[in-house]
């Protein structure tokens, strides 16, 4: 979306053109540093103040053959002046710093967009193992395209020759090159990236100086070259953005970071137990490193005994918590059916990823819904939550661990891999403006007549009461043989169970009343078509509707947060409406759930290709559902 | 590391609860119960820092008969559990049980971790050679040529030792008890107690339904003096009814023999004496089988090692010291941040 609007002059006098928002992507070997350029150029816009969303985009092999193309590495950003939803349709910019990264990424690239290529990497081997038949510099695979070939290789060797690296070390300096000279093509700050490449390389500040010099060289070719085609810098004002403090935040962080204060908040200790999986890891490892705030983390020898130590846990008065993605939280499955029927707190965080088994580890896709609310022997109901964006995690970790303690339940955090990886800039909010809600345990004082009623329930909530370990008076046992509704003692008779099953469904059913009513978004709480999402999908969904709204159209769009149970509401919202579509990052799971509970005339539209929804493809599915339909408001 | 026994009202029958034991009759899970009830009294504990967990099968039964905290989990995972437990407070006092099936075959991983990794607690592995509870087929301790309802023409694969198993997951405290010899077992459940670390006990247990009898050779009055050898910390390796016999080293070989003393001169200093903090004679000992040997009872190893949940709670520790207080406000706000202005 380039779209020239103002001259505005650089204090050397270069001309910028100003653009309202712009789609850069860097793509290059997953050894060349990507994913680091791309969080540099992310803080250096965000302290430009442009709004802005990410999209980083990486092989599962940590260094797949150098030069092919499934080792291609890619990070997408999309900033701009106005609100930013997505991180953007199609890049106006192409960074490819070798001949597999242009294969891989071009046909992305807007029409006429520009394309930046490193031609020191176009040798005859790298374009063979790119799959090029012939070379793209050469025929007219560029057509169409504004492109800058430039030697960075071999000006990177050339910036950084007095700092004596060897020529590995000088050849990594490359990325920084680059992010010079698109530093100087959106008139970004340099020192924020230089002051963090003295940080990170305090022990061997020669290459932290190279790096510098590679930075400062790529940004003063941009000033002194004439680039092709007359090319020049652009400008990009800053967004009508709320006042406040900001950072940049990831999923990982903000879930991390919202599950620590909502531990506080419900004042317990917390226990991560976890076993490494692709792209939950960060949980683990942002939380092992908070231990001063009385979290515990434990990586476990297995997903099984993940669960069954966070369990554990929480049976000894802590919150216990659990991190993995699809295929980890399958092997959960049994446990968590033990923590419905023991009713004690637990939080299992699902980072959703392409499925099914291995799948595709790296790639994004919200595919987990129906295990989440239904994937578990018997009936097993628990509460499941889903996070709408990176920095929505942090008050759904916290609505999580509200959740956990105040119902004795488990609680399914449905995050997913783009969301984890995905950063945003994040108004930070005022942690004492949260309401704390301490969880008082059993005490002495609560024994009855006939001992201590692990199974005694809350009258409104139907809780149960918590009592741990090291409570004298308190000792009881509980196991997974079904309890007997009142002393928890194993009881097999029928009429117990029907009670507890139908204590354990009304318990999670009646925490409806105690979630938000289902709002809407954006438009009309009734009308022509409400755009139903869960998840990461909101931010094509809000750009999408928003646009449609802006030409005419008559849709609103509602997004979900509490999956089970469904908001009180939502059956008569949707039933305002005379057709529901539902975009899902799967085969269609929650229109189904839709379907069934509400019998609306719900219709998906699906996408499993790894990547998240196009607003443009939203856009055509709204028009598809109210083409037809004559009149103004159409 | 022995906690000072504290004079105690409490009684071996203050750890029962009021729940009816359901265990077939004359099942040596019965004998085990009384055993640890009056371990506990013994060791002067209270029933509110206890906590007694188990997976599925006959074994885990045993936590709804204690007066303690008791969790009853799920197959083959209490390992787990009790982990979880301990990282969540290290001060309380966990017993794990459970069985050959639920310990060593669905859940033999986390039994090797929870071994390996040194969780303060104590592991009883009930050994009764036999899948009891879902109607006897056999199990991962049964021998070669087992018939069971799965192996009508016996078994194929080749079984494991409990202790073995421990000693090779790097164990700290290995130890064996019979569940008749009341008198001998309480004394080793004392020192699994005593011991800082995971301590394993494998307890012989005789399934009278679906393989009674199946260590006689030496779990009973007549057959233990010959049949068993009992282990003391420094004292020579001798058995049997006459206590004649003895346990050396073979000359020349790394492997144990049974001698006579009296005969062909040999005497007490020939034999071995026990030394528990030596893991390879304590392979050596595990491994001993009748009839050729006698069953090594008592405690085999006992190794002095920090216990992984209290070396959790050093790192919590030094973080809070170098870290300062937890302050979430400054957690939100460290690193690179930026102001928009109004």
New interface residues.
Partial sequence: MVTSTAVQLEPTGTPREEVESVVVRFAGDSGDGMQLTGNQFTLATALAGNDLATFPDFPAEIRAPIGTTFGVSAFQINFGARKIATAGDAPDVLVAMNPAALKVNLADVKSGGTVIIDTGTFSARNLKKAGFESDPLEDDSLDGYQVLTIDISKLTMEAVKAHELSNKEALRSKNMWTLGLIYWLYDRDRETTANWLRGKFAKRPDIADANIAALNAGHIYGEAAELAGGMRGFSVRQAEITPGLYRAITGAEALAWGLAAGAKLADLRMVLASYPITPASNLLHILAAMKQFDVVTFQAEDEIAAVCAAIGSSFAGSLGVTSSSGPGIALKGEAIGLAVGVELPLIIVNSQRAGPSTGLPTKTEQSDLYQSVYGRNADAPLVVLAASSSANCFDMGIEAVRLATKYMTPVMLLSDGYMANASEPWLIPDFDSYEPFPVQFAGSDQLGEQGYMPYARDEKTLSRPWATPGTPGLEHRIGGIEREDGTGNISYEADNHQRMTDLRAAKINGIADDIPRQGVEQGEESGKLAVVGWGSTHGPISRAVGNMRDVGYDVSHIHLHHIWPLPKNLGDLLAGFDQVLVPEMNNGQLVTVLRAEYLVPAEPLNKVNGQPFKITEIENAIQRCLDGQSGDAK | MNAPAKPTALKAKDFA?D?EVRWCPGCGDYAILKGVQKALADIGT????????SG?GCSSRF??Y?????????HG?A???????????P??DVWLVTGDGDGLSIGG??M??ALRRNVNMQIMLFNNEIYGLTKGQYSPTSPLGSRSPSTPMGSLDRPLSPVLFALGANATFVARAVDTQQKHMPGVLQRAHAHNGASFVEIYTNCIVYNDGVFASFAEKNTAADGELLLEHGEPMIFGKDSDKGIRMTPGAIALEVVQLGVDGITEDDLLRHDETNRVLAGLLGAMRNPDFPVAVGVLYCEDAEAYDAA??K??E???SS????D??A???G????????
Avoid: D
Wanted: net charge positive.
């Fill in positions: 609860s729940q209270t029933p509110e820092n206890v906590v007694f967990v599925i936590p709804y204690m007066s303690t905290y008791g969790f009853h989990t799920i995972r390992p787990a559990f009790a982990t979880g437990i301990k990282l969540a407070n001060e309380l991983n986390h090797l971790h959790v709670y790192q919590v030094a973080a809070r870290n300062g207080a937890a979430m406000n957690l939100l706000r690193g690179a941040t930026w102001t928009v202005g109004g």
